[in-house]
């Protein structure tokens, strides 16, 4: 055994002991699992922790606003729509009539779709406000149009399209109804079609909408808002829908990641057009086509730290980092983790990888 693959193996060894560490020391936290994967350094690690093993599907949250951006992607590759493209081309004169009132002035007509990919339209969030709805009511239910005229008859626009940066999810409800505008059939089919049966990821589920091609797939992990699992809440699928509905396997969201990463899914081209057309989510952070990027920001976030991806609000993460050649996904099914699970990719994870010669 060479010095090099000890060094590795030490290195995953520390990495592992963290990830198992921080799920038992949490008593709000009931299962998790962390995949990393490196050609270059020889790595595949595939693990979970508490009521789950490392073969059962997660919902991973906002995670899947990555695939919903793919899919829009590939129908402009087709030809199919501009990311220039109004947003009143694709969607029903009912759901976009006063859609964006900023200030008396209706900018409906000004949402491109872009704006909706990297979160500049300046719409309100319908995610936080309905979530309280289903966790006060098992029972509640709501279709993606419901929630966005919910949110259009109870909240405001924060800034005129293109003006400022809003991370919402009313964006990618718009996003998902345009998909089956275009394509005539629904958003989890889509799914299914240009992304889970091409790509063999049979694992891969929308939560509440559809089934893993594998019929023998595990049931999903449970995940949990305020110590309440809501795994089985149907209503909650309406409300997540196209913002982040993806299901699905640390093995299965590798080969998603893999095929993005070498441009099977997009061409080159179009994969730095998601990239660089981008806006400012926060410090070190900016946000493209449904892709978060880490960016140096001295004293604040180191160079070490540059990868991209996506993460979600139960604590999971999908991000791939290019300088290591490293693949890095996770979740820890909690929303107290929607920060936290950020920070221990980037502390736990990527700290020690780097370490690794």
Wanted: a positive charge; zero cysteines.
């Amino acid at each position: 055994m060479s010095v090099q693959t000890k060094q590795s193996e030490k290195g995953i060894r520390s990495i592992e002991k963290s990830f198992i560490k921080q799920v038992q020391k949490d008593k709000n936290l009931k299962s998790a699992f962390l995949l990393i994967h490196s050609e270059k350094k020889g790595i595949h690690l595939n693990i979970a922790e508490g009521a789950m093993n490392p073969k059962q599907p997660a919902y991973m949250a906002s995670v899947g606003k990555i695939f919903t951006s793919v899919l829009i992607s590939i129908l402009y590759e087709n030809g199919q729509l501009s990311f220039e493209d109004g947003i009143i081309k694709y969607l029903d004169r009912e759901l976009v009539k006063d859609l964006h009132v900023y200030k008396g002035k209706d900018y409906t007509n000004d949402i491109l779709i872009k704006h909706l990919l990297n979160q500049t339209s300046g719409l309100y969030d319908n995610f936080r406000p309905l979530l309280q709805k289903v966790l006060d009511d098992p029972d509640f239910n709501i279709t993606p149009q419901e929630a966005i005229i919910w949110a259009k008859t109870h909240q405001k626009p924060h800034f005129p399209p293109g003006n400022g940066f809003k991370y919402t999810d009313t964006n990618y409800h718009l996003l998902g109804l345009i998909i089956e505008k275009i394509t005539s059939i629904p958003f989890h089919e889509v799914m299914k079609q240009y992304i889970f049966q091409p790509l063999g990821m049979m694992n891969s589920s929308v939560l509440h909408y559809s089934h893993p091609l594998d019929q023998d797939t595990q049931h999903v992990a449970d995940f949990y808002v305020n110590k309440t699992s809501i795994t089985n809440h149907k209503g909650y699928a309406g409300l997540d829908y196209a913002g982040g509905g993806v299901v699905s396997t640390g093995e299965d969201m590798l080969k998603f990641m893999k095929a993005l990463v070498s441009y099977q899914l997009v061409k080159k081209e179009t994969l730095e057009k998601m990239m660089n057309d981008k806006a400012k989510y926060g410090v070190g952070i900016e946000y493209g086509y449904g892709i978060m990027q880490f960016k140096t920001v001295p004293l604040l976030m180191p160079k070490i730290f540059n990868a991209w991806g996506h993460a979600g609000a139960t604590g999971a993460y999908m991000f791939y980092h290019p300088k290591l050649e490293t693949y890095i996904i996770g979740t820890f099914n909690d929303f107290s983790y929607e920060r936290k699970g950020v920070r221990f990719m980037l502390i736990k994870v990527i700290n020690q990888l780097r370490k690794m010669k």
